[in-house]
């Protein structure tokens, strides 16, 4: 299971065989930090350092947004989006076409399975409160995945008698 994105707007011919990226199971990252999977010049500073991530999540393709300035899929403003093939993605003056598989919308197709605990994927959508193996918690609304990453864990506190 891959997914590519390229880039459609005029930076593609600047770009050159940087203008497009296959990403595997594992997701990645994309925005103007050189240490993103997918890391876009951009000179004018539109893209946040860390603009989008992309999850791999339930045999399908999620884009969240972790921009101040905003990640449009099809001229929509979105916070986390189900990718379908075909989704036009704008980053800042960037614009990129997904080219991927599509996810199975909960309730379509999918058949619960009892020795699994039913749901998506075999996750019960009764714990979709509880983190998967990501760490993100959520649940679909409308086609849309809607997450939010766990609290980070507090410190431990000190040893009574470790020096100091």
């Known amino acids: ?34 240490d993103n999977d997918w890391a876009l010049p951009d000179p004018r500073r539109y893209l946040s350092g860390l603009h989008a991530r992309i999850h791999v999540r339930q045999g399908g393709y999620y884009l969240e947004d972790c921009s101040t300035n905003g990640v449009f899929v099809n001229d929509q ?36 399975d009892e020795s699994s605990g039913g749901g998506a994927a075999g996750r019960d959508t009764a714990d979709w409160d509880q983190p998967d193996e990501d760490g993100l918690y959520g649940m679909h609304e409308d086609g849309v995945l809607i997450a939010e990453e766990a609290p980070e864990p507090l410190p431990p506190p000190p040893l009574a008698n470790a020096p100091s």
């Open 1 to 34: 299971m891959a997914l590519r994105l390229e880039v459609i707007s005029s930076q593609r011919q600047v770009l050159g065989a940087l203008s497009s990226i296959v990403l595997g199971v594992s997701g990645g990252s994309i925005g103007r930090a050189l």
């Open 77 to 112: 403003r979105v916070q986390m989006h189900t990718l379908i093939n075909g989704d036009v993605v704008r980053v800042g003056d960037f614009l990129l076409r997904y080219e991927g598989e599509e996810v199975v919308e909960l309730g379509e197709g999918i058949q619960e």
